[in-house]
């Protein structure tokens, strides 16, 4: 990809989910992977001993106040590039600026397109938007990205050999009601060894007799 694909857009354009960008300046791509501080045995893979981190990606670029076309080259709107702030150019500034905030408050994956590479599933860890006196009706982006990665749940069935024949069919449910127990009548002996064992209290209900009135 030249530098005139690169800065105009060519194959298909660079965009931060929602946001034009009508100039991508740079692009960098970061892999990394972190491996263990263990020695490691021979013979197994050692794969099983790094671990792969996030896809990173740190993009700057421009959004301007102008309409870019592929073929014709730059349209100002009024005023051009260095020239007073139309009405129109300066709402594109702020929406894109808009978007740029609902991105990074939303906390959501996006997809990014830089015309050489797709980006899914990304969210912003950092954003920086500034713009100076000495550069036109555009602002300028930084902005830094980590990609989220998904993983899918799955589930399998245990063979009935490899479960126990009294527990076939018996696993318990959430908020499930338990039933009742199974009560056996008190042996008399032990009742009355309890009731006579040191410290045991028995309160008679005689004692909380209310006084009654003439």
């Given amino acids: 990809m030249n530098f005139v694909s690169m800065i105009f857009g060519w ?3 660079s965009s931060i989910g929602t946001v034009a960008l009508d100039a991508l300046l740079s692009e960098k791509t970061t892999l990394n992977s972190r ?3 263990y020695a490691v045995e021979d013979g197994p ?3 099983d001993h790094v671990v792969q981190e996030s896809e990173q990606l740190t993009l700057d670029g421009w959004v301007t106040a102008a309409d870019i076309m592929l073929l014709g080259g730059i349209r100002p709107r009024d005023g051009g590039l260095g020239g007073a702030l139309s009405g129109a150019g300066r709402s594109k500034l702020i929406s894109a600026k808009d978007a740029l905030r609902k991105i990074h408050a939303d ?3 996006v997809t990014i397109a830089t015309g ?3 980006y899914v599933d990304f ?3 950092s954003c920086s938007i500034g713009r100076s006196n000495g550069g036109g009706d555009r602002f300028e982006i930084s902005a830094g ?6 993983v899918t749940l ?7 050999e490899k479960t126990s024949g009294n527990v076939t069919g018996k696993a318990g449910a959430t908020r499930s009601n338990a039933g009742k127990t199974n009560g056996l009548a008190v042996d008399p002996k032990r009742r009355g060894d309890v009731m006579n064992s040191p410290g045991v209290v028995i309160w008679s209900k005689s004692l909380f007799r209310m006084p009654t009135t003439a």
């Fill in 123 to 125: 969210v912003m860890e």
């Fill in 116 to 118: 050489l590479d797709v």
């Fill in 154 to 160: 799955r589930q399998a069935d245990i063979p009935p």
């Fill in 107 to 109: 906390r959501l994956p």
């Fill in 35 to 37: 491996a263990t501080s």
């Fill in 145 to 150: 990205f980590k990609r989220i990665r998904k």
């Fill in 45 to 47: 893979p050692v794969t």
């Fill in 11 to 13: 194959n298909g354009g």
